[in-house]
């Protein structure tokens, strides 16, 4: 494409070369006379649900993704209560979000300095948040070798939870990236994946959602706003992929 033309100007060229072929066409059709046709209708394409899309990791190794699986299980177990992180899919979640603007620290500062900075003032490196999992997890997985003899992922759930609680107090040290920062990323992003709606990757099956009686996005629920002091109950929580399939709409129950 020439550099004077812009983008807008190409469309807008294209569109109008195709008018100029396509309305002659129309007038001389409008123009002859009309037969009904013995044909049936086309068939609208068949609609598939977001969640129906088919999922791969796209950010993480095999190594990480079984380390990030391990580590989410053990933030939100199963347990008597219900399924936990791993089974809403919480991994593959935060790897979506690692590969995406998130991941890229789009809308973070990055200029610097990096100076050290407290406790108050956020995040403070030059690493983006896809280069902290990354360095983390591979920085991780040598200690657990050095001190167990096994990748994270291969250890027993309870010294899984002694180097995670490790990594939460600050006891863990690594040259690439504080082990502390690692685990309150990593801990954020497990809530997040856990609760978000499920059309991005995690909370499958609304797992999150049962699990606190959470109804789902508000277009749910919009008629029963204003009716005070009345319980909201439902049966399936609704989320934006069965608002687009109009499934569940309307459905509370006072």
């Known amino acids: 494409m020439p550099e004077h033309v812009s983008r807008r100007d190409f469309v807008a060229l294209v569109g109008g070369v195709t008018a100029a072929e396509v ?5 001389e059709a409008q123009s002859a006379p009309k037969k009904r ?4 209708p086309p068939k609208a394409p068949a609609f598939e649900p977001l969640e129906n899309r088919p999922e791969a990791y796209t950010f993480f190794t095999a190594p ?4 990030v699986e391990a580590a989410v299980e053990r933030l939100i177990p199963t347990d008597e209560l219900g399924p936990g992180a791993k089974e809403a899919g919480v991994a593959y979640f935060i790897d979506q979000q690692l590969g995406g603007e998130f991941g890229f620290a789009a809308k973070m500062y990055r200029q610097g300095p990096w100076a050290e900075g407290l406790p108050t003032q956020g995040y403070q490196l030059p690493l983006t948040p896809r280069e902290v999992y990354r360095l983390a997890i591979a920085e991780t997985n040598a200690y657990c070798k050095k001190r167990y003899g096994k990748r994270f992922d291969k250890l027993s759930p309870a010294l899984q939870d002694t180097v995670l609680q ?3 107090e600050g006891k863990l040290t690594f040259e690439s990236v504080p082990g502390k920062l690692f685990f309150e990323m990593l801990y954020a992003n497990t809530n997040q994946g856990f609760f978000s709606d499920p059309m991005y990757g995690g909370n499958r099956n609304k797992i999150g959602w049962k699990l606190i009686g959470h109804p ?3 277009v749910a629920y919009n008629a029963f706003i204003g009716r005070y ?5 439902v049966a399936e929580p609704v989320g934006i992929a069965d ?4 499934i569940g709409l309307g459905g509370g129950e006072s």
Request: overall charge positive; proline content about 11%; hydrophobic content about 45%.
């Open 64 to 67: 990480e993704a079984a380390f």
């Open 229 to 233: 002091n009345v319980p909201y109950r």
């Open 37 to 40: 046709s013995t044909k049936a």
């Open 243 to 246: 608002v687009e399939r109009k």
């Open 23 to 27: 309305i002659p066409a129309v007038a």
């Open 166 to 168: 490790a990594l939460e």
């Open 216 to 218: 789902g996005v508000p």
